[in-house]
């Protein structure tokens, strides 16, 4: 079946370093790739989505990039703040009406 | 205003009561699906609804029955509440499941305490 497998947490950064949130996922298909944020006391929102490979997703300085031949989904940004603490979620959709999510990773940025 | 709302936001019971979480999307969307998220952030897809029909069920036990009197609302309801069902239940709906590009709209989320 599907999975899809991210960095352990927590992460710990200070602001205006450098992330990586690493994802790879394994699946039978052709699948589309996003990537969740949940904000403390929210529901998750997706933050950006790739939907074939080399497809780069992109949204608030954050990015992903779909790679086929390593089959991963790794999200990045070059300078994080303090509000950009949340978990995030890396996620496949391939079957109808079924997404799968990774475990989440606990971003926090300290000043 | 709001995409996709739940109610109650907060619920506390004691065991082996009945309770219910509602939910609805003004999205317009096709489907609807509930999640069960425990203390480790672990998310779970429990269930989903595609115009009021059943297309997922997970392995919930069946104490746990949803029901979608629309396409617009899923509905939740729990019997006999166990100490383990205490968790973050989230509604979420999404536009069409035939393609594999559909964005899930996630709901506030209900948080469940059994006492």
């Known amino acids: 079946g599907n999975s899809v497998t991210q960095m352990e947490g927590p992460v710990t950064l200070s602001e205006e370093a450098f992330l990586t949130i690493n994802c790879t996922y394994t699946?039978?298909?052709?699948?589309?790739l996003f990537w969740y944020v949940q904000y403390p006391g929210e529901g998750l929102q997706l933050l950006l989505k790739a939907t074939k490979a080399d497809d780069k997703g992109s949204n608030k300085g954050f990015e992903a990039t779909y790679r086929k031949e390593t089959t991963s989904f790794h999200l990045e940004k070059g300078s994080v703040q303090v509000s950009d603490s949340a978990v995030y979620f890396c996620?496949?959709?391939?079957?109808?009406?079924?997404?799968?999510f990774g475990d989440g990773t606990t971003l926090t940025v300290k000043p | 205003d709001t995409a996709v709302s739940q109610t109650p936001k907060y619920l506390v019971t004691q065991m082996g009561n009945d309770k219910s979480i509602k939910c609805e999307q003004n999205?317009?969307?096709?489907?609807m699906y509930w999640y069960k998220q425990d203390s480790k952030k672990f998310l779970k897809i429990m269930f989903s609804?595609?115009?009021?029909?059943?297309?997922i069920n997970e392995t919930v036990p069946n104490r746990f029955s949803p029901k979608s009197p629309d396409k617009a609302h899923l509905n939740l309801h729990i019997n006999s509440l166990e100490l383990g069902d205490s968790a973050v239940y989230f509604c979420?709906?999404?536009?069409?499941?035939?393609?594999?590009?559909?964005?899930?709209?996630f709901g506030p989320g209900t948080r469940l305490t059994v006492l």
């Open positions: 979420a709906s999404s536009q069409d499941p035939s393609g594999n590009t559909d964005t899930q709209y």
């Open positions: 609804y595609n115009n009021k029909e059943l297309i």
């Open positions: 699946a039978t298909g052709y699948p589309s």
């Open positions: 999205l317009g969307h096709d489907t």
């Open positions: 996620a496949l959709s391939e079957n109808a009406g079924k997404s799968t």
